[in-house]
Nanobody, 124 residues
Framework: QAELIDSGGGLVQAGGSLRLSCATS????????RGWFRRAPGKEREFVAA????????DYSDSVKGRFTISRDKAKNTVYLQMNSLKPEDTAVYYC?????????????????WGQGTQVTVSS
């Protein structure tokens, strides 16, 4: 059984940066899609970014495009989310996810494995 372990959250001032990591244990996800989602208090889970594990092509939500970058390290079986120019509205619990079928998607239900979440808090 695969497990996703996300980490790297914390408290940062507006304009600052954080890098989230999502490591995999128990399985190899080569060829799958990996994504990042977030849930702010009182809101639905929201798509942030996704990457095709094999091809490396990426997709972003409009709210983070140009500020966040998703990447992967195949040797470490790890996905990263580099977050720059952070805003207070980026405050949320961030979750990494893995999809066991091909096809990039922003739909949470299409992902099969989820990390436990890591809190990101951006102060103004």
């Amino acid at each position: 059984q695969a497990e996703l372990i996300d980490s790297g959250g914390g408290l940062v001032q507006a304009g600052g940066s954080l890098r989230l990591s999502c490591a995999t244990s128990g399985s190899t996800f080569s060829g799958y899609v990996r994504g990042w989602f977030r849930r702010a208090p009182g809101k639905e889970r929201e798509f942030v970014a996704a990457i095709n594990w094999s091809a490396g092509n990426t997709d972003y939500s409009d709210s983070v495009k140009g500020r966040f970058t998703i990447s992967r390290d195949k040797a470490k079986n790890t996905v990263y989310l580099q977050m720059n120019s952070l805003k207070p509205e980026d405050t949320a619990v961030y979750y990494c996810a893995a999809r066991t079928k091909n096809g990039m998607t922003s739909v949470p239900a299409a992902y099969d494995y989820w990390g436990q979440g890591t809190q990101v808090t951006v102060s103004s």
